[in-house]
């Protein structure tokens, strides 16, 4: 069974867009079937950057059909916007796109939701969400009272089903901001702007999981582009900080609605060292000048918020157990380029818990917190790599950095990317 999937490995923004864009060449479909605009995937064509938060990233390539499937919380306008942006730029490939009928649609009561719960975890620690309403959509799905589906915005109920959401909505959101902070809802006017929306999405509107069944029987080569990363992942990430959907390779199948079967190769995206948005544990994360270091020249600041992302050394004992959990067949190792200029660099192989080494990824966020990372130094490099495009190019401490990561995770490396663009890649033998 021929497809092909793409996962995160650390807390996502591993450079999944580049690896998509990439592999989007040899399938016929690439699918998105979890996560929601809460995404930023950057493909990098000659001098044009695209951020895509709701379009697969295979929109930039002719003749592939792109999916956002059952799983994908919808953000309607988002996906306007995005259309918008590219036909403004002269690329992408809309036609091509196919929205599922059964996909969770966000709502403007989700993002009030979103802003006012982001400060309640018991702990006390934000989540420090996307703001993107994604957890509060997620939610209304599993509970059905309050959701609404894409294919129900061109039914005739439509308004009322609104109308009664709204309502409830008001009394709640009345509840949970401090009074003064909230204007209430007003149900006409969601009615009619997402009536302008269901309208112009209409086209691209269809039952694709029987689409993507019909496309695995015929031998179709799908690709499954995962967003976040799998420490994110909703059931086996670091809970509560965490996003609301299964973000490691386990959420394909439910996701997308095709059988786990016809998922035959996992390739696993990870960046040379980790980073992290938002709240939470993060062993082995460096709030000092190397973090500072990594930030620069990874230029790393959130794609959808902006927010500085927090750095720290590459983590062999989440990185181990994510491939596991993803079944992760190769690698892809990202960013190699930014870690050029260091004496050192530190690879964390186990976590000291209380006095007692483990290299086992701990089930609960407390654990994870007592984490102590027991590292592993290996020489650094000088020279920038920007420019490699075989891997007798890189340094030879760069290539013992790979050999050794891919040694200590039992997995090989098939390619190492040295830059954003395109050709800044190195197809590992
Ligand atoms: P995604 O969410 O996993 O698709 O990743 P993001 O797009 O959020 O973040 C990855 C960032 O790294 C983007 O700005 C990419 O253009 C950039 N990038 C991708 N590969 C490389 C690389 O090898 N080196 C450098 N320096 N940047 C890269
Ligand atoms: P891509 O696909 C990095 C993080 C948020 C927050 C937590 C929950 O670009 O890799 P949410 O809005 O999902 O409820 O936020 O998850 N988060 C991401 N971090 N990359 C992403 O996506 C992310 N999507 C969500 O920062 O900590
Ligand atoms: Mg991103």
Redesign the pocket.
Known sequence: MPGTCVI?LQ????A??KIVDRLTREHDFVVRYQ??A????TVVVGDQVYKL?LLPSGILTPGVTCVIASGVVMNPARVIEELDELAKRGAGHADNLRLSDRAHVIFPWHFAE?RAL?KNTSDGEN?????????PCYRDKVGRSHAIRLGDMYRATFRSQVEHIVEAKNRVLAVQYQAGEFTPLDASAIFREYSAYAERLRPYVCDTTELLLSAVESGKRLLFE????AL?DVDHGTYP?????N?SGVGIAAGAGVPPRCIDRCIGVVKAYS??????PFPTEQDNETGQYLRDRGNEY????R?P?RCGWLDIVALRYTSRLSGVDTLAVMLLDVLSGLDEIKICTAYEIDGKQTTRFPSHVDDLRRAKPVYESVPGWREEITGCRKHDDLPNPARAYLARVSKLLGRPIGLVSVGPERDQTIVVN
């Open positions: 995160g807390w996502g923004d591993e999944k867009g996560g929601g809460n995404a930023g995937h938060s979103d982001d989540i420090g969400t996307t703001g993107r309403g994604i957890g995962g967003a976040q990363g994110l900080f965490v996003t609301s959907s973000s980073t992290r948005v938002g709240g939470g959130g794609t959808v918020t927010r992302r």
